[in-house]
């Protein structure tokens, strides 16, 4: 059981380190940079990392079956898309609106896994649904908000963001054989970097700005916590774990990048943020909770 109990650990870990992106991407444009600079940062790092992890392991690609490419293929552009659609999405929406648009990935992915495999979403799994979509309302302090002045292109980005991270959690969930973790991690990031390279800020590689300046820091930061810890934790755990319950548990990116806002920038904690936190938490560790229950009777 507690064997079981770690690859949810796993994807908790994995979407707790997406939580604090935000929030280092705020404190890189508080010191300059735009979230475009910071967006690339990210991948171009996180791709060199993964790439000297790969060197000091593997040293050698293996031989990938064309299925298991194109799962890899767009896992990685997945990553990047969801990327760059959230940061576009931060142009028209107000950050805690496009933060729920981002997690309607959710029930969006939990839509995608039962169309895939042809079921319908257990008891437990529509309960925990239904304590996310209720907490994230809270916990990003909408309630109060005026959402008729909300341009449309907000809505499809911001909308795009959380379809493109449940595709993205679908391929990933998909385990391809004879392919490491860590080369499973280097390529997707391959990809991303490519596709991240056409609309953010490529020249930040040959201008000098990256690897002379206080964004190699962030890039750093941001590689690590939004490209290998994530890629590497998905890869190992969302296999075992099946895409349904993943696109669950991942829901602790809300309440991570909240604490990550108080604590880092300073920005206020009312009782409804506490309270849709709470909700969040019970929502995520609800099915996982259930179904242990279920096994050991």
Request: aromatic letters at 12%.
């Amino acid at each position: 059981m507690k064997y079981k109990l770690l690859y949810p650990i796993l994807i908790i870990i994995a979407s707790s380190s997406y939580g604090i992106l935000s929030t280092i991407v705020k404190v890189a444009m508080n010191h300059g940079y735009t979230s475009a600079e910071a967006t690339a940062s990210q991948y171009v790092i996180g791709f060199f990392l993964a790439l000297i992890l790969f060197l000091i392991t593997q040293r050698k690609l293996p031989k990938i079956s064309r299925s298991g490419l194109i799962f890899i293929i767009f896992a990685g552009l997945c990553t990047g898309t969801t990327g760059i659609v959230y940061n576009q999405s931060l142009n028209y929406l107000p950050a805690s609106l496009a933060v729920v648009l981002l997690f309607q990935f959710t029930w969006i992915g939990m839509l995608i896994d039962c169309l895939l495999r042809k079921r319908l979403p257990s008891r437990p799994q529509v309960f925990a649904l239904v304590f996310l979509f209720l907490g994230t309302i809270f916990a990003a302090g909408i309630i109060d908000v005026d959402l008729s002045s909300i341009p449309w292109q907000g809505w499809v980005f911001g909308l795009s963001s959380a379809v493109s991270f449940s595709i993205f959690i679908q391929f990933n969930s998909r385990p391809v054989e004879g392919v490491s973790t860590i080369t499973r991690t280097l390529l997707m990031s391959f990809f991303a970097v490519l596709l991240i390279s056409l609309f953010t800020s490529p020249e930040i590689i040959w201008n000098g700005k990256l690897f002379g300046s206080e964004l190699l820091i962030f890039g750093l930061i941001l590689g690590v916590f939004g490209i290998i810890l994530p890629i590497l934790l998905f890869s190992i755990a969302a296999p075992k774990v099946g895409g349904g319950l993943t696109s669950i548990l991942s829901a602790m990116e809300l309440p991570v990048a909240i604490f990550a806002s108080v604590i880092v920038l300073g920005e206020t904690l009312t009782f409804l943020q506490v309270m849709g936190i709470v909700l969040v938490i019970i929502g995520m560790v609800l099915p996982t909770v259930l179904a242990q229950r279920k096994k050991s009777v």
